[in-house]
């Protein structure tokens, strides 16, 4: 495929309201009951967007609100009739950036899930599982997951690059973030990642840009290079031939969300933005109160910051006062308090609650309080669930060829997932273990596997355990020996 053939996906876009609206507030197409009525084809118009358009919705510097064309100053003329511009009070608030935050926690705040989908696995499988989360966390794994996502929920989509070097294998995960463009390409009838390319530009030699582009297939990876000169684009050439990357598939997890986190939430935060910045432009309007003096002759005595401190007038109705400005923080109080509720339940986030100190509440009363989040989360957990299943077999396809064990690691059968993060208490987590191993509800193994995923314990505890029965048992066996001897030997003094 040509570089300019891969360098092609669709567009990032927001469905916009339909052009079809009457005065009525009906549509413009009205059927008749008759035969001939069929589904048109209402074609859906959107809004495009680029990435750095999310990133610019990220960082509060760069927010609409700090925009003179969307918000403008005043207009005015000095003495002499000259124009300038007032200087408008403008407040931009990282809303999008506690949404993000707030939403990633939900969603990878646990470690990644690692369990074996066979039933009655043997003890082998189990070793293989332990050998297995040892090296998903020797390569770090789970940083890579979390990298993909983080980038993904800010700029709408993600990728992580596993390759083989001296016979190890090492990932890299890849973004806009961090100045790469993503074009996958799949097959139209499975779906399947078959080609994915990554663009990326560095500086050349006297102040020119030269373009790269890394290409993986199945099989092979290769990269084509472009200089451009003067802001010209130059052809297209291969920087690096054609190589075999180890993999048996394309090693390219990508996973596109499709816009960041907060983007059921961008129209009200900037209307949040425009309200808090009218509201601070108002505050400004009237924080000191205008002078007014009626009367013919008046002398104005004034401190040396020009701040009037005595009037003197001969008129003897002159009349002195200050304009008492009209109370607009109520209204704007309920407005910004309305917006700000709706801010995060657009996106399903949801504020910590104020909790009096001393307090101990339950699991189930906490899950409630975050409940919006807690479904979100579970929602993205299946999104993501394909994402994860590539990133472990790609993982578990190069580790097995690192230490290996390529053909058992090909025939095990582990499955990732990603479990939402919930605020809970540690005690009543592990009070909920040991009651369902007490009753035989769960078994020890499983038991690991839950304490493993809470923090507790390493990825071979079950071996230990094990280690330890065994230890155990032969500790008894050679005491009851040495009893038995003891009572032979003293029965024969007898």
């Given at each position: 495929?040509a570089?300019e053939?891969?360098?092609?996906?669709?567009?990032?876009k927001?469905?916009?309201?339909?052009?079809?609206?009457?005065?009525?507030g009906?549509?413009?197409?009205?059927?008749?009951?008759?035969?001939e009525d069929?589904?048109p084809n209402?074609?859906?118009?959107?809004e495009?967007?680029t990435q750095?358009?999310f990133?610019?919705?990220?960082?509060?510097?760069?927010?609409?609100i700090?925009?003179i064309?969307y918000y403008g100053n005043v207009?005015s003329r000095?003495?002499?009739g000259k124009l300038?511009?007032?200087?408008?009070s403008r407040v931009?608030?990282?809303?999008?950036?506690?949404i993000?935050?707030?939403?990633?926690t939900?969603?990878?705040?646990n470690?990644?899930?690692?369990r074996?989908?066979?039933?009655?696995?043997?003890?082998?499988?189990?070793?293989?599982?332990a050998?297995f989360r040892?090296?998903?966390e020797d390569?770090?794994i789970?940083?890579?997951?979390?990298?993909?996502?983080?980038?993904d929920?800010k700029t709408?989509?993600?990728a992580?690059?596993?390759?083989?070097s001296?016979k190890?294998?090492?990932w890299r995960?890849?973004?806009?973030?961090?100045g790469?463009f993503?074009?996958?390409?799949n097959d139209?009838?499975?779906?399947?990642?078959t080609?994915?390319?990554?663009?990326?530009?560095?500086?050349g030699?006297?102040?020119?840009?030269?373009?790269?582009?890394?290409v993986w297939d199945k099989?092979y990876?290769?990269?084509y290079?472009?200089?451009n000169?003067?802001?010209?684009?130059?052809k297209?050439v291969?920087?690096?031939?054609?190589?075999?990357?180890?993999?048996?598939?394309?090693p390219?997890?990508?996973h596109?969300?499709g816009g960041p986190?907060?983007?059921p939430s961008?129209?009200l935060?900037?209307?949040y933005e425009?309200?808090?910045s009218?509201?601070?432009?108002?505050?400004?309007?009237?924080a000191?109160?205008i002078?007014?003096?009626?009367g013919e002759?008046?002398?104005?005595?004034?401190?040396?910051?020009?701040?009037?401190?005595?009037?003197?007038s001969?008129d003897?109705?002159?009349?002195i006062g200050?304009?008492?400005?009209?109370?607009s923080s109520?209204s704007?109080?309920?407005?910004?308090?309305?917006?700000?509720?709706?801010?995060?339940r657009?996106?399903?986030a949801?504020?910590?609650?104020?909790?009096k100190s001393?307090?101990?509440?339950?699991?189930?009363t906490?899950?409630?309080?975050?409940?919006?989040s807690y479904?979100?989360?579970?929602q993205?957990?299946?999104d993501?669930?394909?994402?994860?299943?590539?990133?472990t077999?790609l993982?578990?396809f190069?580790?097995?060829l690192?230490?290996?064990?390529?053909?058992?690691?090909?025939s095990?059968?582990?499955k990732a997932?990603?479990?939402p993060?919930?605020?809970?208490?540690?005690?009543?987590v592990i009070?909920?273990?040991v009651q369902?191993?007490?009753?035989g509800a769960?078994?020890k193994k499983s038991?690991?596997?839950?304490?493993y995923?809470?923090?507790?314990g390493?990825a071979?505890e079950?071996d230990?355990?094990i280690?330890e029965a065994?230890d155990?048992?032969v500790?008894?066996?050679?005491t009851?020996?040495?009893?038995d001897?003891n009572?032979?030997?003293?029965a024969?003094?007898v």
């Amino acid at each position: 495929m040509a570089p300019e053939q891969i360098l092609r996906k669709a567009a990032f876009k927001r469905l916009i309201p339909t052009a079809r609206l009457t005065e009525g507030g009906l549509t413009g197409i009205i059927g008749d009951g008759n035969s001939e009525d069929r589904t048109p084809n209402d074609s859906m118009r959107y809004e495009i967007l680029t990435q750095s358009d999310f990133m610019r919705e990220y960082d509060v510097n760069s927010h609409k609100i700090n925009s003179i064309k969307y918000y403008g100053n005043v207009l005015s003329r000095d003495d002499e009739g000259k124009l300038y511009q007032k200087i408008k009070s403008r407040v931009s608030i990282g809303f999008q950036g506690r949404i993000h935050t707030k939403r990633l926690t939900a969603l990878i705040g646990n470690n990644v899930n690692l369990r074996l989908i066979r039933s009655g696995t043997s003890v082998g499988s189990q070793g293989t599982l332990a050998a297995f989360r040892e090296g998903w966390e020797d390569k770090d794994i789970e940083i890579a997951v979390h990298e993909a996502v983080t980038a993904d929920g800010k700029t709408g989509d993600c990728a992580i690059c596993f390759y083989l070097s001296d016979k190890k294998v090492g990932w890299r995960s890849m973004s806009f973030e961090k100045g790469d463009f993503l074009y996958p390409h799949n097959d139209p009838l499975t779906g399947e990642l078959t080609l994915f390319g990554r663009l990326y530009a560095q500086d050349g030699d006297g102040g020119n840009t030269v373009e790269y582009l890394d290409v993986w297939d199945k099989d092979y990876y290769m990269r084509y290079r472009r200089d451009n000169i003067a802001g010209s684009e130059g052809k297209w050439v291969i920087d690096i031939e054609p190589s075999r990357h180890g993999f048996d598939i394309c090693p390219i997890a990508y996973h596109r969300y499709g816009g960041p986190f907060w983007a059921p939430s961008e129209n009200l935060i900037e209307n949040y933005e425009l309200a808090m910045s009218q509201f601070c432009e108002n505050n400004a309007a009237y924080a000191l109160r205008i002078l007014y003096t009626l009367g013919e002759t008046m002398e104005v005595k004034s401190n040396l910051d020009g701040t009037p401190n005595r009037v003197d007038s001969p008129d003897a109705n002159a009349k002195i006062g200050f304009l008492e400005p009209a109370d607009s923080s109520k209204s704007f109080e309920t407005q910004l308090n309305k917006l700000e509720t709706n801010i995060m339940r657009s996106s399903f986030a949801v504020e910590t609650p104020e909790i009096k100190s001393g307090s101990d509440l339950s699991s189930l009363t906490v899950k409630m309080m975050f409940a919006d989040s807690y479904l979100k989360a579970l929602q993205d957990a299946q999104d993501y669930q394909k994402f994860l299943n590539r990133v472990t077999y790609l993982f578990k396809f190069g580790y097995g060829l690192e230490i290996g064990r390529l053909s058992d690691y090909k025939s095990f059968k582990v499955k990732a997932e990603l479990l939402p993060f919930i605020f809970m208490s540690e005690t009543e987590v592990i009070n909920s273990i040991v009651q369902l191993v007490g009753v035989g509800a769960l078994s020890k193994k499983s038991a690991t596997e839950i304490a493993y995923n809470s923090g507790y314990g390493t990825a071979d505890e079950w071996d230990r355990l094990i280690s330890e029965a065994h230890d155990e048992l032969v500790g008894n066996s050679v005491t009851k020996t040495a009893q038995d001897i003891n009572v032979i030997s003293n029965a024969r003094n007898v």
